[in-house]
């Protein structure tokens, strides 16, 4: 083999690799976890302690998202969107993403158990332990609300950033946590309505799949409204100001007004912008908490 194909072979390699951890999934857990640990204390503790809990929680995560594609390879390669994953493909083999994934986990936990706290090991193992086994094994077949309570598991970054920094749980964060989970269902059953032909193939009772593209619809549109009122929650208690609460109204009145349009929308096109808007959303939302506190305005 020439170095030409060599250097290919090492490319192709590290990208499959890094299409297993999911990192468009992982960009959101950090930038939540990083967000907390600017409320907790604005960046000015230890800099080991932010650097290396929010490595040591992607990695964590990343760790999981890895097992997710192991077991589920099989469901992968019957759905349109997954049938290219490496595992799928063949470009990685098994074995080799299990050892990845261990020494993802490995690297991790010593790194959150070395800079920063056993509170923190201990919900970011009990978050990946519930993403990787309970969630993809179990929670994913049980029926229609499987992603609702599945959420908790993507939700949880928040928590784990707070305590990374201050080894404590606090009303902020969990309030934070919350926003997420109630923002997951209108997310992914966007995706679900757009991809619903892939669930019927894969088997999993999505509730496009079960209860109908219509009823999914009127349940964005609920979660959409429950999630505009959670949103506000970090102002009305006091935690956050003016800044955050303009931002989070002018948000949630766009995701709103999407849900409501989806449900007239008999072609379903509007499916697949509410999803990708609903990730817009996300960002914007956890940057908005941080610059409240770089702009403060008083209402």
């Excluded at 170095?3 to 950090?30: C, D, M, N, W």
């Excluded at 109204?249 to 808007?277: C, E, H, M, Q, R």
Aim: proline share 4%; charged share 10%; with cysteine.
């Amino acid at each position: 083999m020439n170095t030409e194909a060599i250097s290919q072979s090492q490319r192709f390699s590290i990208s499959g690799y890094l299409k297993l951890t999911k990192p468009s999934i992982i960009y959101l857990l950090v930038l939540t976890a990083a967000t907390a640990m600017f409320l907790a204390d604005g960046f000015a503790g230890e800099l080991s302690k932010i650097v290396f809990g929010l490595l040591g929680i992607a990695l964590i995560a990343s760790s999981s998202a890895v097992i997710n594609q192991i077991l589920d390879v099989e469901i992968d390669s019957k759905m349109v969107r997954t049938k290219n994953r490496p595992l799928v493909k063949g470009e990685i083999s098994e074995t080799n993403a299990k050892t990845f994934s261990i020494f993802l986990l490995i690297t991790g936990t010593v790194l959150l158990f070395i800079f920063n706290n056993p509170l923190t090991v201990f919900l970011t193992l009990l978050t990946w332990a519930f993403y990787s086994f309970f969630y993809t094994k179990i929670l994913k077949f049980a029926g229609t609300q499987n992603i609702v309570i599945g959420g908790i598991a993507g939700a949880m970054p928040p928590l784990l950033g707070w305590t990374a920094i201050t080894n404590s749980i606090d009303s902020l964060p969990l309030l934070m946590v919350l926003i997420i989970f109630v923002w997951t269902p209108p997310h992914f059953w966007a995706l679900s309505i757009n991809r619903r032909e892939d669930y019927i193939a894969a088997k999993i009772p999505m509730m496009p799949v079960i209860k109908g593209i219509e009823y999914t619809k009127l349940q964005i549109a609920l979660y959409s409204i429950l999630l505009g009122v959670v949103s506000i929650f970090p102002f009305a208690t006091g935690y956050l100001g003016g800044f955050y609460f303009i931002s989070a109204i002018i948000l949630n009145v766009a995701f709103i007004g999407l849900a409501t349009l989806l449900i007239f929308d008999k072609s379903n096109k509007l499916a697949l912008p509410l999803f990708l808007y609903s990730i817009v959303f996300l960002t914007i939302l956890f940057i908005c908490m941080a610059l409240d506190k770089l702009i403060p305005i008083q209402l």
